[in-house]
């Protein structure tokens, strides 16, 4: 379900980038170029580790929902799917599983 709702607001985000939309936030954010996003993506990260160290679980939600939208934008504006980070996480749990059992045989 999450998953489908990530991809869903990536979607949108890209078509708001093929297709300009008057008034619209992401649209502000791709006309400013990729130092605002990474502006953005900055200032987001830093509030997360604020957020986090607070007890308040909706405050956290909500900065890591903030900073989730803006690593999407800059995924969009640097041209990186979706796909191509779910290959690279995939292709880590081989190699992750590989080095557990090698620490494994290791301990032995
Ligand atoms: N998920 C988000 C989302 N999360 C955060 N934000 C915006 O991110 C901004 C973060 O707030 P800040 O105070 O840090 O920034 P600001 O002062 O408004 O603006 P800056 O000048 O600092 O950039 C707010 O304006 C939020 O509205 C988002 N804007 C849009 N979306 C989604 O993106 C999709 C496209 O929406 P539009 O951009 O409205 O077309 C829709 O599904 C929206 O729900």
Known sequence: MMEQDIAELYKLILERKN???EGSYTDYL???GLDKILKKVGEESTEVIV??????????????????????VLMVDRGISLDQIKQELAKREGLMSKTKDRREINDL
């Not at 909500?62 to 690593?71: C, G």
């Open 51 to 72: 957020a986090a160290k607070n007890p308040s679980d909706s405050e956290f939600i909500y900065e890591v929902s903030d900073l989730l939208y803006h690593v999407l």
């Open 19 to 21: 297709n300009p939309k």
């Open 30 to 32: 791709f006309t400013k």
